[in-house]
C-alpha cells in the first residue's frame, strides 16, 4: 500500500475514532505506528549527532523503521506480525480495562433451527 492508500486508512480511523468519541483509543492503538514513526526519528537523529561528532555517522538501529530491524536481525516476518500484533491488540485492552481477559473463553455455540418463510412461528401455533 503506497502512502495515498495508507494516509486516507489513517484519516478515516481518526475520523472515526472521534465519531464514536473514543479518541483515546485512537492513540493507544496507534502505538505501532507511533513507535515505527519514532524508531526513524531516533535513526536519523543519532546518524546526524555521530556523524556530526566523529565524522563518521554511525546508526542505532540495522535498518530503519523498526520492523525492517527486526528482519535483518534475522526474525521472520509472521515473528514480526505477531509481536506488532500483540502490542495493538493486548496492550491496550490492558490499558484499557487492566481486568479484560488476554484470551476470551470459547462460548458453545447455539443452534438455531431456521424456519422456512411463511411457516407458523413457533408450537403455539401448530395446535
Known amino acids: 500500500m503506497g502512502d ?4 486516507a486508512i489513517g484519516g478515516l480511523l481518526g475520523v472515526l475514532a472521534f ?3 473514543q ?3 485512537l492513540v493507544i492503538v496507534g502505538g505501532v505506528f507511533v513507535l ?7 535513526q536519523v537523529a543519532v546518524f546526524k549527532v555521530t556523524r556530526h561528532r566523529s565524522g563518521e555517522g554511525r546508526r542505532f538501529f ?8 527486526f528482519q535483518k536481525r534475522g526474525w521472520p516476518e509472521t515473528k514480526i506480525v505477531y509481536v ?9 485492552r490492558r490499558v484499557g480495562n487492566p481486568e479484560t481477559p488476554l484470551t476470551r473463553p470459547c462460548q458453545p455455540v447455539r443452534m438455531v433451527r431456521s424456519v422456512p418463510q411463511g411457516a407458523p412461528p413457533g408450537p403455539a401455533a401448530r395446535h
Open 4 to 7: 495515498t492508500g495508507s494516509l
Open 19 to 21: 465519531m464514536v468519541q
Open 23 to 25: 479518541p483515546l483509543t
Open 36 to 42: 515505527e514513526a519514532v524508531s526513524v526519528i531516533i
Open 62 to 69: 540495522l535498518m530503519a523503521p523498526i520492523h525492517h530491524h
Open 84 to 92: 506488532s500484533g500483540y502490542f495493538a491488540d493486548v496492550r491496550p
